[in-house]
């Protein structure tokens, strides 16, 4: 059983050593590397800009799409997994889907809880700070010292 | 008889070769390698999922800015992370051809790259801490709501620093041979100031229904997206209270005067019922003015305070000035005082933003412990399998943070 003391190359029948002469190479990786570049650039771009105000939602589809993109470079070439056999679909698909069934099975419980919030809960949740900018030059108004006569 | 392929059969001479059959056509490391990954898959599929479920179920979510985040720091980070994957598969490349000295260089490169990653992360985190952003709470001095238990917290805040701040000068006074500092006086004067001018004001305003007072307290400690506290406002209210604090002592000294005229009355017995009820309404009216006068007073103090930024030209938020130098205007290396800030949604987002990157980092850190046991190793073809496996490693660990960066820095 020691047929992954590397002198053999992969194994007895093991014949990924021959294929790895032929994939991969400097130039590839270079132009992947040059890909996650541009990826990584477009992805920043796309984060500071006007569509993340005017529809977020797609700027959030289209940030996660170059990152999927990314991934898919890394794990093809980086990884290899472009020329491995059909062995990588087992591992990778089942992992893939249980990441998005986790995601959507949690949606509706935790990702809608504030639908069911309570009245105290409600009352202690916070609120977005815009109001603060409104109502920031405006405190003047209100220092009504009513302490005087009252008690 | 044969089985399978290669089998020979000897014939009952002896030497029986039998040849292992993999199931599946890649060695046993490489396997476990693909094995052990699919968990980390799904390990980090439950950490990035539940951020994104809590994040966009939260009522409330704070921006990067507010929380200090900085998107070109993450992208350089991700620049290096990138950088690193290149070095480490080139490394791979080297070591099938047995370009030995190659090999090793690339991955001391990529050992030298994590650690910048790393060393980046550290800063980032340090960052964070110095303004009162922690994971949790007690650390954390994160509040969701402008209510009356941030106020609190800031009272109790300045009222911890101004007796720490006490104890120490008294103990330098009563030290004959040393002297007390300025800077020291000049802290504990703010910060006294502070507690009844700033803290104080504030709840009281609010217990008169003036929740607007704790708003305007959270945004003078930390204010919203960097802008420094407004001028106008402040020195308005700064003359509105210089007037009224006039009022006030116009007051006592009239109801003074009143309370001994009326008391002279008493004594001479030519007082009447109206009298004696009035006497009583002044002297309750005389207890309470002192207080207010105080109070008023205080205020000044802490908005010609909030008004002199002293070495810089603008306007800054308390926290933010605390973390300078009085003097140079230079920033101190842990700020002097951190004050409870008021940011909604701030506290899951820590504990989200921590739990994710700190486990990341925990990897990265592996993956340079094993780049640190590679270096000294001769990376010829026989090593192989070892460099590849270590390589499949660290490009997931940079899978992860390919989704990490635009999760948490770009959202």
Known sequence: ?151 | MTDGDGHQDDHGHGHIHLEYQPALPLNNGKLCMWLFLSTEIMFFAALIGTYIVIRFGAPVWPTPEEMHLSEPVGAFNTFVLICSSVTIVLALEAAKSSQVSRARLYIIITFLLGSLFLGVKAYEYRSKFSHGIYPQLPRSLMYEKPDVYYAAAVHKSLLTAQEELTGKVQALEADEEQEVPAVMQQRLSTVTALTTGLARWTEEEAAFGNTEAIVQLASLVNPVQGKGPQETPLRAEKEAIEVRLKDLEGQQKQLLAEQTALQQKVDDETANEDDATRLETVAAELLIIPEQISLASSRVKALNFLLNPGASSELMGLNERFSKDEETGEKLARPWLILPIMIPGANMWAATYFLMTGFHAIHVLVGLIIFALAIPMTLDRSREVFLENSGLYWHFVDLVWIFLFPLLYLF
């Open chain 1, 1 to 151: 059983m020691s047929e992954n003391q590397s002198n053999h190359e992969g194994g007895p029948q093991g014949h990924d050593s021959h294929d790895h002469e032929d994939h991969g190479g400097f130039t590839t990786y270079m132009f992947v590397f040059g890909g996650l570049i541009v990826l990584t650039i477009i992805s920043f771009w796309i984060g500071n800009s006007d569509l993340k105000n005017q529809s977020p939602v797609a700027a959030w589809a289209g940030m996660m799409a170059v990152s999927c993109g990314k991934a898919m470079l890394v794990i093809l070439f980086f990884m290899h997994l472009k020329w491995e056999a059909n062995w990588k679909y087992v591992l990778t698909i089942p992992a893939m889907m249980m990441s998005i069934f986790l995601v959507v099975m949690l949606v509706p419980d935790v990702g809608m809880r504030t639908l069911r919030y309570s009245e105290e809960r409600i009352i202690h949740a916070a609120e977005s700070t815009l109001h603060i900018d409104e109502h920031g030059g405006e405190h003047d108004e209100d220092n009504d010292h009513s302490e005087d006569a009252a008690h």
